[in-house]
T-cell receptor, first 113, second 115 residues
Framework: DTGVSQDPRHKITKRGQNVTFRCDPI?????LYWYRQTLGQGPEFLTY????????KSRLLSDRFSAERPKGSFSTLEIQRTEQGDSAMYLC???????????FGEGSRLTVL | AQKVTQAQTEISVVEKEDVTLDCVYE???????LFWYKQPPSGELVFLIR??????QNEISGRYSWNFQKSTSSFNFTITASQVVDSAVYFC????????????FGTGTRLQVTL
């Protein structure tokens, strides 16, 4: 158990619909990360939070994507007007800060039809 | 820009064989961290090791060992006496110390261990 829960585990949606993923890390780790992994590739960094502050966003995160972490606890990643290219595994991870190791959740797989 | 190359896409071995997974990295930073992660069929990435750029000492943990060579920008991973449970995709990753845990991952090496 890595202490990161993600929901839903799998989401199938039609192109143009909005989807939201949720990540619940155990409380004592103040950094939370979102990564995206497409088939046959390694994870790619999307964004990260320190407590409730979103400190960095990748250029992969287009304006259709938004992430929040209210009160520095759970986080949500919303994708608006989904496109087929958004199909991927969305991974959430926590860390203790600095360049500590990341502890990943099991991911939320998005399939856009 | 940082880059991690895992040239071996897929490796198949028979149980009890030793296997080495290659990782070559590129970075302009003098201080950086290297990682290995395992992704079993269940999908959850599992942290294996972190090594900083100032520590070139090789590390052994049970059947796992890592060989870090700055001269060749490589951070190779060896599994001794492989087991079926080692079957997974293994990722090498890199970050510099100024970017928190914003890791740059390689494309992974799929290891298949058969009886």
């Amino acid at each position: 158990d890595t202490g990161v829960s993600q929901d839903p585990r799998h989401k199938i949606t039609k192109r143009g619909q909005n989807v939201t993923f949720r990540c619940d890390p155990i409380s004592e780790h103040n950094r939370l990360y979102w990564y995206r992994q497409t088939l046959g590739q390694g994870p790619e960094f999307l964004t990260y939070f320190q407590n409730e502050a979103q400190l960095e966003k990748s250029r992969l995160l287009s304006d259709r994507f938004s992430a929040e972490r209210p009160k520095g606890s759970f986080s949500t990643l919303e994708i608006q007007r989904t496109e087929q290219g958004d199909s991927a595994m969305y991974l959430c991870a926590r860390s203790t800060g600095g360049t500590g190791e990341l502890f990943f959740g099991e991911g939320s797989r998005l399939t856009v039809l | 820009a940082q880059k991690v190359t895992q040239a071996q896409t897929e490796i198949s071995v028979v149980e009890k064989e030793d296997v080495t997974l290659d990782c070559v990295y590129e970075t302009r930073d003098t201080t950086y961290y290297l990682f290995w992660y395992k992704q079993p069929p269940s999908g959850e990435l599992v942290f294996l090791i972190r090594r900083n750029s100032f520590d070139e000492q090789n590390e052994i943990s049970g059947r796992y060992s890592w060989n870090f060579q700055k001269s060749t920008s490589s951070f190779n991973f060896t599994i001794t006496a492989s087991q079926v449970v080692d079957s997974a995709v293994y990722f090498c990753a890199l970050t510099n110390t100024g970017t928190a845990s914003k890791l740059t991952f390689g494309t992974g090496t799929r290891l298949q261990v058969t009886l």
